[in-house]
């Protein structure tokens, strides 16, 4: 490709709506444009990535054995309320009404599509298993589009179901999606983790996301150098049994006056106990209306997620203070002993004693409170957030912690859809039973940005070889010196007959240009062609290193060979 006939509007600025080294260089790169919040235009040099990363995928998933489909993006509303999603989707679900009044979703997902497929079209035991996947534009109009291509409103998702006879088969199916994903990734020259995902109150035993490491990545996740373990912090167990306080005798219990003190830190430092021996009472109220108190050792964070999942609602809040003056509570001063509510310890209080908590009066504590003595929690559960340091799950060695972007997420759905639609099939014995499903997510879109996010310097990208737009960029410095432009022009010719994917920087401009869009673009290899000419050489550079090295025009013809 010459880049004189191309189309590369490369910019010196980020647009002012860029934050992140993803969305700053695929737009100055000329890879991307921004249309509206979160939707966004491939030009041709973003769209080759894309197509890359699709290819991949594609290759993969289809060794895997499972089924290329296309299924349409606008979706009726019935097979949405099918499932009960039609309302719990909320205002992510992008709706719209046809001429007649009709009711459609912008597919966010394609559960229910799918298994309606399905339903219609297999009914023995002798279809299954079947594994199909799509590669699509999905529509999803998040509150906080952002990050370019990382969190958009509209994206291309490779979206892939499978459906079995049981729930064993169906682990299978799983197991070697798990294994699919994880070639993908590494074909993709990707630094990622595969982590255990939380499952959700209704979800599957199986769940995975797979994860780029990047610092600017929302997931937050506890990984182990050791072991290899790897956990998001609202999935990971929290190994409370390795970090407790030794064994004490139990002293008698005292309220003691503690004047305006009521954080964890300042009723610590007030009394001279450690963080550890302070519990706070954390009063929520669930999404069903409920009000509920759960205690957690001072020194460890409560994560919502892991209590949501427990209690089985779809959110969670913490109370106001006018909420809690409404109950009598004193904002600061809450604690167990004598609450009216029911009152849930994280595992963290379990077998702590001699500790302190609020009186449920203005400026004062209860100090040696011990269970089941003074009061005794309905149940201990982990409510804990993970975090650096804490022991391994697996092999309990330190954990670490890092954020990232998860680019990918493997469920096993079990029968949740399939009951709801009534996915059933007639198994060997004559009977009807529903179909086990799982389902398998690759954000397309999202992994061209993880690229950079992981593949990137000052100047711009250096794409991993896979997926780059072009494997080799020619530059010639000064297209208006003959012999340079017939050099560079004869390069270009070799390097098209033995199929290197070749982009020729032909344009007439300056070379310190030629250079500053070639970091930009971040292509791997590059040939520049300049006054080396005379001396019959060229230089060769790789994007990611600082050396360059001179090859004999005549030595090149074998040096394309290489490149292959
Ligand atoms: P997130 O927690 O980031 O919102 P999700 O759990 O909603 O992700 P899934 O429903 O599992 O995501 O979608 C499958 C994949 O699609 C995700 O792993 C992610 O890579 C990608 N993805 C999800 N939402 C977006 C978005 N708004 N823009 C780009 N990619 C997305
Ligand atoms: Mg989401």
Request: a negative charge.
């Amino acid at each position: 490709m010459r880049a004189s006939q191309y189309f590369l509007p490369t910019l010196k600025e980020a647009p002012s709506e860029a934050e992140v080294p993803s969305h700053i260089f695929l737009v100055r790169g000329g890879f991307i444009r921004q249309l509206a919040a979160g939707l966004y235009e491939y030009l041709p040099l973003g769209l080759r990535v894309l197509k890359k990363i699709e290819n991949i995928i594609r290759k993969h998933m289809d060794d895997a054995g499972a089924l290329e489909v296309l299924l349409p993006i606008l979706t009726p509303a019935e097979l949405w309320q099918e499932t009960g999603r039609w309302d719990v989707y909320g205002k992510e679900l992008f709706r719209v009404e046809d001429r007649k009044g009709r009711l459609f979703a912008l597919g966010p997902t394609h559960e229910e599509t799918i298994t309606d497929l399905v339903r219609k079209n297999i009914r023995s035991y002798k279809d299954l298993p079947k594994n199909f996947y799509q590669i699509q534009t999905k529509f999803r109009d998040e509150a906080r589009p952002r990050y370019g291509l990382i969190r958009g409103r509209e994206f291309i998702m490779k979206d892939a179901y499978s459906f079995d006879v049981s729930e064993e088969m169906a682990v299978k199916s799983y197991e070697i999606m798990k294994e699919t994903y994880n070639k993908i990734f590494s074909e993709l020259g990707l630094d990622y983790l595969m982590v255990e995902a939380d499952t959700g109150a209704i979800g599957g035993k199986y769940s995975h996301e797979f994860v780029v490491k990047a610092a600017n990545g929302e997931a937050h996740i506890v990984y182990c150098e050791n072991c290899g373990y790897a956990a998001n912090v609202e999935a990971a167990k929290y190994e409370f049994e390795l970090d407790k306080l030794p064994p004490e005798e139990e002293k008698p219990l005292e309220k003691v006056h503690t004047p305006n003190v009521s954080s964890v830190e300042d009723v610590a430092k007030f009394l001279g106990v450690s963080p550890k021996k302070i519990v706070k009472t954390l009063i929520y109220i669930l999404s069903d209306g409920t009000a509920v108190a759960v205690l957690i050792r001072g020194d460890r964070e409560l994560n919502e997620t892991k209590l949501i999942n427990y209690f089985n609602v779809n959110d969670a809040r913490l109370a106001t203070s006018e909420e809690l003056e409404k109950m009598g509570l004193v904002e600061g001063f809450v604690g167990p002993i004598g609450l009216d509510l029911p009152v849930y310890a994280d595992v963290s209080v379990q077998d702590l004693h001699n500790f302190v908590v609020g009186a449920n009066e203005k400026d004062y504590h209860y100090i040696n409170v011990n269970i089941p003595r003074d009061f005794k929690p309905i149940e201990f559960v982990d409510f804990s957030t993970a975090r650096e340091g804490d022991p391994c799950p697996n092999c309990k060695a330190p954990l670490k912690e890092t954020t990232g972007l998860e680019v990918g997420h493997i469920f096993l759905l079990g029968t949740k859809y399939s009951d709801a639609m009534k996915a059933y099939f007639v198994d060997k014995d004559g009977k009807e039973k529903p179909i086990v499903m799982g389902c398998y997510g690759i954000g397309v879109s999202r992994l061209m940005a993880a690229a950079v996010e992981q593949n990137h310097d000052e100047n711009g990208i250096i794409w991993p070889e896979s997926i780059a737009p072009f494997k080799l960029q020619i530059l010639a410095l000064n297209m208006k010196d003959e012999k340079i432009k017939e050099v560079a022009e004869n390069i270009y010719k070799k390097a098209k007959e033995k199929g290197i994917e070749v982009l020729f920087d032909d344009r007439e401009m300056s070379a310190g240009a030629k250079f500053k869009d070639a970091d930009l673009i971040g292509i791997p290899h590059r040939i520049v062609v300049g006054k080396g000419v005379k001396n019959n050489v060229v230089e060769y550079q790789h994007r990611a290193k600082k050396e360059k090295e001179e090859i004999p025009i005549d030595k090149v013809d074998e040096f394309l060979e290489k490149l292959r």
